[in-house]
């Protein structure tokens, strides 16, 4: 028989007591915070977003950079240089009174943190904390260890992470936190296993450490890789790790297996101390398994936070036909049945305020009936910025059938990736050359969390080109799919998942060169998006519809933070849970 009735799912019931403890080195947490620079802080943050709204008990942890990533400049020939963002932590975060010491070469550095609370939908907080070294007392070296985001060189990285992991656990301590997961998003967290490792054996000499010690660290830890590029995992001298973490705990990881080609790695060093590992696309697991064929990876497939990323215009439409949204982004797929016109209509308004922020920008005034594409993300030469240029002709062959064809980029390179730089300044000087009445192309500079909504809301088409298998998932894509917005992308990452040709979008077909993938590009654009886009509005709004119904309910955070809770963090609890409900079902 059935029970009478049964209580829904909720994540505060469980655990009764304790945390998951989230370490990641970037956040994206507010827009005017310069906490982020690029993808992997605007996953934390999404994450840290959909934690919240569920309800799920969750602390963070990452460093304040005092003088954030770096605002971006570019010349009339696209030429980057860099500016320093410095902000104020007490305009948005409350300094706690707390304060913990990491061991750092010869020197004890002191630590404080900055709270930030982020709140949910229905008032759940996930409290983030950010570590901040700048205190009287630290060497002015030390002082400015929290200052910068992938600022310095490999020793200031490795001092930074040795603040971010070892303190974090420490400063979790001061605050009373009761811990019962530690979630390191990418390897930069890695050395919280050591400070877990040292808590368990009680400052005893890590030498000492059992077999039975280090279980006890690993039944704590999960662990998400971010890079199927090998120079992507961190890696330190044998020099260096003895110098700055010391000759004990140096001794111990090689002891256990965490260095490779005499580098200590810290991606092996998180997958040998982590119960749980992902990958965060599907294709990515496959990549990651075949660099460290000896562990279990995983895969969560990455998402984004409908409500930071989706455009008021299409927030309005949803709430008026589907309000559920909000509560259960599954309920996404019901979009399947949106009016055509009203698609039609909230696009074109996501669309005229980007182009009116392209105007106040740069002061170029585009076309909001012509066919515009998207491309903005970190700029990486993987990444294949110019592909589109490799055969001018053709491209200004197709602007011409379509009527006008209209092409904005943006995008960082870190300051230190010439080869990167080059590539801005290959794009913004094929744009200039191409620029006409036909075909239009600008590169919109410093690319930021909110020129990002707004161009993943407004174009017309994602692209994404990236060279396979490189693309460990992506996100920009998602975002724009939360705006019924298709992709023409390179089938890598998360869009082997989520292309549904002529449906969600098109598929770039792999080619032997670039040559050859760039041919397809164009093919795709001659084929189906332009014939499409010029000759069809119904159909497109239907593409729209379905790319919205089909993507946006399932590349989002809510559905992956589920995951992350039931296979990384509590599935014991998620298992015994089950069992309860089938024997209270049971006939």
């Known amino acids: 028989m059935h029970p009478t009735s049964s209580k829904p799912f909720s994540y505060e019931s469980f655990p009764a007591s304790g945390h998951v403890a989230y370490f990641s080195m970037e956040i994206a947490i507010h827009p005017a915070m310069p906490t982020y620079s690029g993808g992997l802080g605007v996953l934390a943050g999404d994450t840290l977003r959909s934690a919240a709204d569920l309800g799920v008990p969750l602390a963070a942890f990452t460093l304040l950079h005092r003088k954030g990533y770096f605002q971006q400049h570019l010349d009339a020939a696209g030429a980057q240089t860099e500016e320093v963002q410095p902000w104020n932590p007490a305009d948005f975060c409350t300094e706690e009174p707390a304060r913990v010491t990491v061991q750092i070469e010869d020197r004890v550095v002191t630590l404080r943190a900055w709270r930030y609370d982020l709140e949910g939908r229905f008032g759940h907080v996930v409290p983030i904390y950010l570590l901040?070294?700048?205190?009287?007392?630290?060497?002015?070296?030390?002082?400015?260890?929290?200052?910068?985001?992938?600022?310095?060189?490999?020793?200031?990285?490795?001092?930074?992470?040795?603040?971010?992991?070892?303190?974090?656990?420490?400063?979790?301590?001061?605050?009373?936190?009761?811990?019962?997961?530690?979630?390191?998003?990418?390897?930069?967290?890695?050395?919280?296993?050591?400070?877990?490792?040292?808590?368990?054996?009680?400052?005893?000499?890590?030498?000492?450490?059992?077999?039975?010690?280090?279980?006890?660290?690993?039944r704590k830890c999960v662990f998400t890789t971010h890079t199927p590029v090998p120079a992507g995992h961190d890696r330190f001298s044998t020099e260096q790790s003895m110098r700055i973490l010391g000759g004990d705990r140096t001794a111990r990881l090689q002891k256990h297996g965490c260095f490779r080609d005499g580098l200590l790695n810290m991606t092996l060093l998180a997958l040998r101390f982590s119960r749980y590992a992902n990958g965060v696309a599907m294709q990515h697991g496959k990549v990651s398994r075949q660099?460290?064929?000896?562990?279990?990876?995983?895969?969560?497939?990455?998402?984004?936070?409908?409500?930071?990323?989706?455009?008021?215009?299409?927030?309005?439409?949803?709430?008026?036909?589907?309000?559920?949204?909000?509560?259960?982004?599954l309920y996404l797929r019901n979009a399947i049945d949106l009016p055509e016109a009203k698609i039609l209509a909230a696009h074109t308004r996501a669309k005229e305020e980007l182009l009116a922020e392209v105007g106040s920008r740069t002061g170029k005034v585009l076309n909001p009936e012509v066919l515009t594409l998207g491309f903005a993300r970190r700029v990486a030469t993987y990444k294949r910025a110019t592909l589109m240029f490799t055969d001018p002709k053709r491209l200004m062959e197709i602007a011409e059938a379509a009527g006008g064809l209209q092409i904005l980029y943006a995008g960082k390179a870190?300051?230190?990736?010439?080869?990167?730089?080059?590539?801005?300044?290959?794009?913004?000087?094929?744009?200039?050359?191409?620029?006409?009445?036909?075909?239009?192309?600008?590169?919109?500079?410093?690319?930021?969390?909110?020129?990002?909504?707004?161009?993943?809301?407004?174009?017309?088409?994602?692209?994404?080109?990236?060279?396979?298998?490189?693309?460990?998932?992506?996100?920009?894509?998602?975002?724009?799919?939360?705006?019924g917005v298709p992709s023409l992308s390179i089938l890598d990452g998360w869009w082997i998942e989520g292309c549904i040709e002529g449906v969600t979008g098109w598929a770039i077909e792999d080619g032997a060169n670039d040559e050859e993938e760039a041919q397809s590009l164009y093919r795709k654009l001659e084929s189906a998006v332009v014939p499409l886009y010029r000759e069809s509005p119904e159909k497109w709004a239907r593409l729209m519809r379905t790319t919205l119904a089909f993507n946006g309910s399932y590349f989002n955070t809510n559905r992956m933070v589920k995951q992350y809770v039931r296979n990384a963090y509590y599935p014991e609890k998620i298992i015994d849970r089950v069992r309860v409900e089938e024997e209270a079902y049971a006939i």
């Open 132 to 218: 901040d070294t700048d205190l009287e007392g630290n060497s002015g070296w030390d002082r400015g260890l929290t200052d910068h985001l992938y600022g310095g060189d490999e020793n200031y990285r490795l001092q930074q992470e040795i603040v971010l992991g070892m303190g974090g656990v420490r400063m979790a301590n001061a605050l009373g936190l009761k811990v019962n997961v530690y979630h390191m998003n990418e390897g930069h967290a890695a050395l919280l296993t050591l400070a877990l490792l040292e808590s368990q054996l009680g400052g005893g000499p890590l030498g000492a450490a059992t077999e039975a010690d280090i279980e006890q660290v690993r």
């Open 291 to 329: 660099m460290f064929p000896e562990f279990a990876i995983d895969t969560i497939t990455n998402g984004v936070h409908a409500p930071t990323w989706m455009s008021e215009p299409f927030q309005q439409m949803l709430d008026e036909h589907i309000p559920a949204w909000r509560r259960d982004n």
């Open 414 to 483: 870190h300051p230190h990736d010439q080869p990167g730089k080059d590539l801005i300044h290959r794009v913004v000087e094929e744009a200039s050359r191409l620029y006409g009445d036909l075909l239009r192309i600008l590169y919109l500079e410093d690319y930021a969390w909110e020129l990002g909504a707004r161009l993943t809301a407004g174009v017309d088409v994602w692209v994404n080109n990236p060279r396979r298998p490189h693309e460990a998932s992506g996100t920009s894509g998602m975002k724009a799919a939360m705006n």
